[in-house]
């Protein structure tokens, strides 16, 4: 079983900061790509950020310039800098993380339970 775990959300002004977490435990053999999603109230989840096995950073257009997504591979954890946020990045941040629990076993999909962020102007 795997559990994953985000946190670091909270309340900010509008061209603020935050840093969230977002960590991985129980049985890991392996862990293959993170990825952050995002949803407003009455729409549908939207891809936010993936960082690959191979260390290469995938973001959405709308975040590009301003959202950096790192791991810390021994920790199993990942991390979601986001800079300049604006009202439009108010949202529920959900982490996704594939991971193969035992070399026998498929790649699988584990996701948190998500952390609100909320930019004020």
């Known amino acids: 079983q795997v559990h994953v775990v985000e946190s670091g959300g909270g309340l900010v002004q509008v061209g603020g900061s935050l840093r969230l977490s977002c960590t991985a435990s129980g049985e890991i053999f392996r862990f293959q790509d993170m990825r952050w999603y995002r949803q407003v109230p009455g729409a549908q989840i939207a891809f936010v950020a993936r960082?690959?096995?191979?260390?290469?950073?995938y973001y959405h257009d709308s975040v590009k310039e301003r959202f950096t997504i790192a791991r810390d591979s021994a920790k199993n954890t990942s991390f979601l800098q986001m800079n300049s946020l604006n009202s439009e990045d108010t949202a529920i941040y959900y982490c996704?993380?594939?991971?193969?629990?035992?070399?026998?076993?498929?790649?699988?999909?584990?996701w948190g339970q998500g952390t609100q962020v909320t930019v004020s102007s």
């Open positions: 996704n993380a594939n991971v193969q629990s035992t070399s026998w076993q498929p790649v699988r999909d584990y």
């Open positions: 960082l690959s096995d191979e260390g290469i950073a």
